[in-house]
């Protein structure tokens, strides 16, 4: 059974609103897994949509979309985990993707030390009061290896 660290806090969004925003650069540890854990409230407004997804860099400046949460039109805790493929520490590694709802990942990819959130509200006057957004990157310990 994965040994999971200290969950990181990569998004706390209050009164998310008709937009497309990020949470910028943040440094995650390298691991051979990470779970991703969105908590969102409920949206208000006709036909509230909130899309979340992962994006990684290796220059930061340009970012590439490696994983996204399935789109939320309601009050939901929802997870996405990307584990590694049996080659390398730290591959999210194929398809593996685990979402509970549907999300996906789009490529095969080594993940970035450097990641962000983007997310995109929509609907007709939509909000979401609040959604947090926590990783939580897999421990590995290499002295049992």
Do not use: H
């Not at 970012?63 to 999210?92: D, H």
């Not at 990819?109 to 959604?131: D, E, H, Y």
């Amino acid at each position: 059974m994965p040994n999971f660290a200290t969950p990181q806090l990569l998004v706390n969004q209050a009164a998310a609103t008709t937009l497309t925003g990020n949470s910028g650069a943040i440094n995650i540890p390298q691991a051979p897994s990470y779970m991703f854990l969105l908590d969102i409230a409920a949206g208000t407004g006709t036909t509230p949509t909130a899309d979340i997804c992962i994006q990684i860099t290796g220059d930061n400046s340009t970012w590439y979309t490696v994983g996204r949460f399935a789109q939320v039109t309601t009050a939901a805790v929802k997870n996405f985990k990307m584990v590694r493929n049996g080659i390398a520490y730290g591959e999210a590694g194929f398809v593996q993707a685990i979402a509970d709802t549907g999300g996906a990942v789009d490529k095969n990819f080594i993940m970035s030390k450097q990641c962000r959130i983007l997310w995109t509200v929509g609907g007709t006057n939509p909000s979401f009061a609040t959604f947090k957004l926590w990783v939580f990157p897999q421990v590995v310990d290499f002295a049992s290896r």
